[in-house]
């Protein structure tokens, strides 16, 4: 497996992992008519605005397709004073999870925080994502409990935080 940089060409081989991913995932949790919306052009369209501003990191398998991807960057809610980075987003098809894949993605991310002068970071994940555990086993502390909406649907989020991120490395 492969760990790169992700180019604005990705950006379609992000959207098929980030819209492939939310299907198995989030079935039965998530309103059926939103996971249905969601398209590999839209979601193109956003990864492409995203690769302009941001850094993400992908996984391409031995036939040079796009199977994960990762995103971080700065903390964005100010709701977690002692947290100043975020892993924003990391998906993988469901054919390469439980791999150590998760953790080839989440360390160029921790990389490119700490080379910013971050050393801690939270995520945001639902409360009955199945992956979730993914974040209990790099030692992630559950420090808050949220409510969103997802087309009409309330839902459960928990939020991990990790005070010292070169622990992850």
Not at 85 to 108: D, F, H, M
Request: proline content about 3%; glycine content about 8%; some cysteine.
């Amino acid at each position: 497996m492969k760990i790169m940089q992700a180019r604005l060409k990705d950006a379609i081989g992000i959207a098929k992992v980030q819209v492939d991913t939310w299907k198995t995932t989030y079935g039965g949790l998530v309103p059926e008519s939103y996971l249905q919306a969601m398209t590999y052009e839209s979601r193109e369209r956003k990864w492409k605005e995203i690769l302009k501003k941001g850094t993400v990191y992908i996984a391409k398998n031995e036939l040079d397709e796009i199977v994960g991807f990762s995103c971080g960057g700065e903390e964005r809610s100010g709701n977690y004073p002692d947290y100043h980075g975020e892993l924003y987003a990391i998906y993988i098809l469901k054919e390469y999870q439980r791999s150590g894949l998760g953790k080839s993605l989440v360390k160029p991310v921790i990389s490119d925080l700490i080379n910013r002068g971050i050393f801690s970071m939270v995520v945001i994940v639902l409360e009955k994502n199945p992956s979730k555990s993914f974040y209990e086993s790099l030692h992630g502390k559950k420090i808050d409990t949220l409510t969103t909406e997802i087309a009409g649907k309330p839902l459960q989020e928990s939020v991990y935080g990790w005070k010292d991120i070169n622990q992850l490395l």
